[in-house]
């Protein structure tokens, strides 16, 4: 999977990165062999005049053959909103697999109907 990260600040590009390597693996997993077609792209920024509770924010793009994600999170710590983004775009893959896969043998069965020329099954 290709990374590529926008950060507001040095510090917070080089906690991404350390962070990216540890926790998207589960991604990896759940793509499977469309992993070296991803395209991941995240964003992470800091709120300047807040000094507590949620204000890291971070965006998500995933791109996975011409299928788009996106999901933003907020967190009090960045672990907290990258662990939250990652959860979001692991269920999103999944929920389009899901479909994918449920239309297909639904399609499937369908197709197998229409090739009995209305005998019942047996």
Known sequence: MHTT?????????????????????SLDRVLASSSERALLSLEVTREIKQQSGRIFHVTGHLTVDGK????????ETI???MDSVRDNLVRAVRTKRGR?????????????????FGRRHQ
């Open 68 to 75: 788009k994600h996106h999901t933003d999170s907020y967190g």
């Open 100 to 116: 994918t896969m449920r239309l297909l043998r639904r399609g499937g069965g369908t197709l197998k109907s229409l090739l009995r």
């Open 5 to 25: 990260f926008k950060a507001t600040h040095e510090d917070l590009l080089s906690q991404a990165r350390a962070l990216v390597d540890k926790r998207f693996g």
């Open 79 to 81: 672990d907290s909103a």
